[in-house]
């Protein structure tokens, strides 16, 4: 089975700094998919940036990025000047690849992102 | 972006009860829908994959007779809660995959509140 650990339940920044949450996971597969979702108090779910095992290079969204270790299997995103807006939980998940699409994602526990302005 | 509802968004039943709750993809089609559950302050943990058209597919220790998924069309899927009890209250979220190849983005529900008194 799949498992994702996220060992940070809360980091708190300074409007402006960089922050890293960390993700790890473990997994026998060699293809699968990466994400990390952020859930603000309206508890929506909103994909902040994933990456496809397959590739070395790491993804990035504008502010966000990833480092993506395959071996390590790390996972962790790096969260540059860091907005008000930023604040909420940070999951991280998996899924495996299958050609059908139908496998569900499995997520770490989050962690709790505060901004200080 | 693709747009996915949820129908109604808090709902408070009695004890004994049956609840349907409502999952709907907006401007695409949903090959694949995906319920979650989620209790305060924890992570969403998955509870069935439902494929158009086949009976839904349960995670160990999901009760199928509890909890009836039907995803009659390529755009709603529902989720019945039987015989509600207490411990039955949580945040239900589902999710949705559309017809893309191999970027099968999953999108997010602004989930369903329960409430069992």
């Known amino acids: 089975a799949q498992t994702v650990t996220q060992s940070q339940p809360e980091m708190s920044v300074q409007e402006a700094e960089t922050v890293t949450l960390s993700c790890t996971y473990d997994?026998?597969?060699?293809?699968?998919?990466l994400f990390w979702y952020k859930q603000p108090p309206s508890r929506q779910m909103i994909l902040v940036i994933r990456?496809?095992?397959?590739?070395?290079q790491n993804a990035t969204e504008n502010r966000f990025s990833v480092n993506f270790q395959k071996a390590a299997k790390s996972f962790s995103l790096k969260i540059s000047d860091s907005q008000l807006g930023d604040a909420a939980m940070y999951f991280c998940?998996?899924?495996?690849?299958?050609?059908?699409?139908?496998?569900?994602?499995?997520f770490g526990k989050g962690t709790h992102l505060i901004i200080q302005p | 972006g693709a747009v996915v509802s949820q129908h109604p968004s808090r709902v408070i039943c009695k004890s004994g009860t049956s609840v349907k709750i409502e999952c709907r993809s907006l401007?695409?089609?949903?090959?694949?829908m995906f319920w979650y559950r989620q209790f305060p302050k924890q992570s969403l943990m998955l509870m069935a994959t439902?494929?158009?058209?086949?009976?839904?597919?349960?995670e160990q220790g999901v009760e199928k007779d509890k909890f009836l998924i039907n995803h009659a069309s390529l755009t709603l899927s529902t989720l019945t809660v039987t015989s509600a009890h207490p411990e039955d209250s949580s945040f239900y979220i589902c999710?949705?995959?559309?017809?893309?190849?191999?970027?099968?983005?999953?999108?997010f529900g602004p989930g369903t509140r329960l409430t069992v008194l």
């Open positions: 999710s949705a995959r559309g017809r893309l190849a191999r970027t099968d983005t999953q999108y």
């Open positions: 997994t026998s597969e060699s293809d699968y998919y």
């Open positions: 990456q496809e095992a397959y590739k070395q």
């Open positions: 998940a998996y899924r495996i690849y299958s050609g059908g699409g139908a496998d569900g994602l499995t």
């Open positions: 401007d695409f089609q949903a090959t694949t």
């Open positions: 439902s494929n158009e058209g086949s009976k839904a597919t349960y």
